[in-house]
């Protein structure tokens, strides 16, 4: 098991930033991709972002690229989803997940997830 705890979330004006936190305890956080989904109400859960273990390679879905930052801190067993420039199509629950292995980009692969931090953003 792999808990994760999402944190950072709230109520932002377009335009503004949030950073998203997700904390892992436990010792494995290193052997896993990690990655953050979305969903809004009356949709299906969507990739946003991962990370990869080793390389440090990143990825993103087209609507947040140039805006979203992920980024992962080993030391803390924490990884990040910078947000800027929000618009209020990104409203939705933000959940991380951990992979250990599989396509970072489909969410039927990952092992762990979150309980969701819910992030709106206002006109």
Request: charged letters at 15%; one cysteine or more; hydrophobic letters at 35%.
């Given at each position: 098991?792999?808990?994760?705890?999402?944190?950072?979330?709230?109520?932002?004006?377009?335009?503004?930033?949030l950073r998203?936190?997700?904390?892992?305890?436990?010792?494995?956080?290193?052997?896993?991709?990690?990655?953050?989904?979305?969903?809004?109400?009356?949709?299906?859960?969507?990739?946003?972002?991962?990370?990869?273990?080793?390389?440090?390679?990143?990825?993103?879905?087209?609507?947040?690229?140039?805006?979203?930052?992920?980024?992962?801190?080993?030391?803390?067993?924490?990884?990040?989803?910078?947000?800027?420039?929000?618009?209020?199509?990104?409203?939705?629950?933000?959940?991380?997940?951990?992979?250990?292995?599989?396509?970072?980009?489909?969410?039927?692969?990952?092992?762990?997830?979150?309980?969701?931090?819910?992030?709106?953003?206002?006109?």
């Amino acid at each position: 098991q792999v808990p994760l705890l999402e944190s950072g979330g709230g109520l932002v004006q377009a335009g503004g930033s949030l950073r998203l936190s997700c904390a892992a305890s436990g010792g494995t956080f290193s052997t896993y991709d990690m990655g953050w989904f979305r969903q809004s109400p009356g949709k299906e859960r969507v990739f946003v972002a991962a990370v990869s273990r080793n390389t440090g390679n990143t990825y993103y879905a087209d609507s947040v690229k140039g805006r979203f930052t992920i980024s992962r801190d080993f030391a803390k067993n924490t990884v990040y989803l910078q947000m800027n420039s929000l618009k209020p199509e990104d409203t939705a629950v933000y959940y991380c997940a951990a992979l250990l292995a599989g396509n970072p980009l489909d969410l039927d692969d990952y092992d762990y997830w979150g309980q969701g931090t819910q992030v709106t953003v206002s006109s």
